[in-house]
Each structure stands twice: as C-alpha cells, then as structure tokens.
T-cell receptor, first 114, second 114 residues
C-alpha cells in the first residue's frame, strides 16, 4: 500500500540556517505529493504540492521537487525564520490528483531559535 | 469564505458512550473528508464524500463508526460504544471536487475517552 516516511524530529535550527526535511514515499501509480504545515494552535494548511515527476512546488520560500527516480519529495528553505517553527507533514494522494484521501507521514517538528 | 468548521472543538466522554461530531465544509465544496490524528502521528484517512455519496472508507473505519452527509453539505461522524483507543483529533477537510484540488482542513475535534 501507499506510505510516506519523513525524518524524525524535532529539528532545531538557528534563524537564517538552511533547512532540509527529507520525505520518501511508496505508492502505486503516479501520486501527487504535498507538504502541509501545522502552526501552533492552528489547523493543517497546504504549503506546496507537485502533481507529476520533476515538478517543483514552491511557496513562502519553501521548495520541494518531485523525484520519481528516488521516490522523494524533500522540503527545503534557504533561510529559515522563527515564524517557520511548526510541524511539517509530507503526504501523497491515493489517486493522481489529490481528490481522494491523502496518506500522511508522521510529521517533523521544526524549531527555529533566534 | 469562512473555512471549514467543526463542532465541538473538544469532547470528553466515558467509555461506552456514543459521540457525534459535525463538520461544515467550505460553501460549494463537493468533496468532504474525515481523518483521525493521534498524538505524534500524521492524519489517517477515514472516509470521504462526493456530495452526499460516500465513495471510500478506510479499513480504520470499524463498524462502530458511521459518517453521513445527507444533503451534500455538512457531515456528521458518529462513534458508537467509544473505547479509550478512539481518543484522537478528528479532522475534517473539504475540496471543490475536481481532480487536482487542494484539501482545506478544519481545526479538528479533540476526543478524549475516559
């Protein structure tokens, strides 16, 4: 079945550091891939997505590239801010577009220190 | 657009009792999803509706769980004979209903079974 594996947290970085959160997946077919973010006290929000191989999703300085050959969708940001502190979830769709249910990873808690 | 709303936000119940949660999706969103999230884990897909039709149910949705969306607008999730293992955050999401749609999540209902 489908599954998502992402790096364990918490990940603690200093402000302006480079961020990478690893995500790999197992899926049949051609899933769409997503990063969701959950800020303290708030609901899940879509951060970015990619719907086919080699697509790059980007938003708020974050980027992730859909790598079919390595079944990965790593999240990166060049310079993190304290306000980026949150829990980040990698997810894939059961179907190609994301209209069906999503399979999530366990989440990575990111802590940015000033 | 007021976003996805869920009621109640918190529910404490005793083992063996029945509970019902409500989700109001974003207006005119055709698809509605239910997920469950336990502490330290990512959301797990339970079921989803296209208008009033329930199109997919996860194996996680035991016989004690039932979901409805009678008029294709709001949805209810009922858990009968609650068990301590049902303690979790229950999340609702909605999407407009086309193939590549983003799912928008509500704040969740936190269930505690004593």
């Amino acid at each position: 079945g489908n599954s998502v594996t992402q790096m364990e947290g918490p990940v603690t970085l200093s402000e302006e550091a480079f961020l990478t959160i690893n995500c790999t997946y197992t899926a049949t077919g051609y899933p769409s891939l997503f990063w969701y973010v959950q800020y303290p006290g708030e609901g899940l929000q879509l951060l970015l997505k990619a719907t086919k191989a080699d697509d790059k999703g980007s938003n708020k300085g974050f980027e992730a590239t859909y790598r079919k050959e390595t079944t990965s969708f790593h999240l990166e940001k060049g310079s993190v801010q304290v306000s980026d502190s949150a829990v980040y979830f990698c997810a894939l769709s059961h179907s190609g577009g994301g209209a069906d249910g999503l399979t999530f990873g366990k989440g990575t808690h990111l802590i940015i220190q000033p | 657009d007021t976003g996805v709303s869920q009621d109640p936000r918190h529910k404490i119940t005793k083992r063996g009792q029945n509970v019902t949660f409500r989700c109001d999706p974003i207006s005119e969103h055709n698809r509605l999803y239910w997920y469950r999230q336990t502490l330290g884990q990512g959301p797990e897909f339970l079921t989803y509706f296209q208008n009033e039709a329930q199109l997919e149910k996860s194996r996680l949705l035991s016989d004690r769980f039932s979901a409805e969306r009678p008029k294709g607008s709001f949805s209810t999730l009922e858990i009968q004979r609650t068990e301590q293992g049902d303690s979790a955050m229950y999340l609702c999401a909605s999407s407009p209903g086309t193939v590549t749609d983003t799912q928008y999540f509500g704040p969740g209902t936190r269930l505690t079974v004593l």
